[in-house]
């Protein structure tokens, strides 16, 4: 059973960095599946921030493309964000999940349970 | 890319039909086969009801269904059962590798 765990910090302070890990088992991030970041804002709709590949290939959402970088580490089976220059507009639970950019695989099938994450100082 | 519109809300009762409508514009929805659609409870992770328009993933009851007809995607639940109260999202792919979400719709049963 493919299982997703985000982790990281649940305050950042303005104007710094968020930063989180997402944690795959029973299921190898090497195995063609393309992972991505979603938030969801307090009360608030889904947006999508970005994808990665195994390969390091990245895509990001246009609006946030400035300040998000995704990584991963096929060794830990785990990839990560980093969201910089954050205001309190970032404040929002953030998901992990899997999907694909061919065909049956756009979808987001698995999700982590996600993390708040407060901006505030 | 702006998010896709759906209703705020949506009720029905027990054993009802509702139609939860997803609008987009000629590049995202209208222009791929690939909308899914997620089910929400309070507090918990977005779970995948529909994809690529229609299809209903293992698990998932047949009482989901997905259409879409030109820029706009539609989930209907029929049966309606207390259980279906949930906030919905449709998603669409939007070309060059990239996601749109819907504003989201809470289903209310009576």
């Known amino acids: 059973q493919v299982q997703l765990q985000e982790s990281g910090p649940g305050l950042v302070k303005p104007s710094e960095t968020l930063s989180l890990t997402c944690a795959v088992s029973?299921?190898?991030?090497?195995?063609?599946?393309?992972w991505g970041w979603i938030r969801q804002p307090p009360g608030k709709g889904l947006e999508w921030i970005g994808s990665?590949?195994?390969?390091?290939?990245?895509y990001y959402n246009a609006s946030l493309k400035s300040r998000v970088t995704i990584s991963v580490d096929t060794s830990k089976n785990q990839f990560s964000l980093r969201l910089s220059s954050v205001t309190a507009a970032d404040t929002a639970v953030y998901y992990c999940?899997?999907?694909?950019?061919?065909?049956?695989?756009?979808?987001?099938?698995?999700w982590g349970q996600g993390t708040l994450v407060t901006v505030s100082s | 890319q702006s998010a896709l519109t759906q209703p705020a809300s949506v009720s029905g009762s027990p054993g009802q039909s509702i139609t939860i409508s997803c609008t987009g514009t000629?590049?995202?929805?209208?222009?791929?086969?690939?909308v899914s659609w997620y089910q929400q409870h309070p507090g918990k992770a977005p779970k995948l009801m529909i994809y690529?328009?229609?299809k209903r993933p293992s698990g998932v009851s047949y009482r989901f269904s997905g259409s879409k007809s030109g820029n706009t995607a539609s989930l209907t639940i029929s049966g309606l059962q207390a259980e279906d109260e949930a906030d919905y999202y449709c998603?669409?792919?939007?070309?060059?590798?990239?996601?749109?979400f819907g504003t989201g719709t809470k289903v209310t049963v009576l």
């Open positions: 000629s590049s995202d929805v209208g222009s791929y086969n690939l």
């Open positions: 690529e328009g229609s």
């Open positions: 998603c669409s792919y939007a070309g060059s590798s990239t996601y749109v």
């Open positions: 029973g299921y190898s991030i090497s195995s063609g599946n393309f």
């Open positions: 999940a899997r999907h694909g950019f061919s065909s049956g695989l756009y979808q987001f099938d698995y």
């Open positions: 990665i590949y195994h390969s390091g290939i990245t």
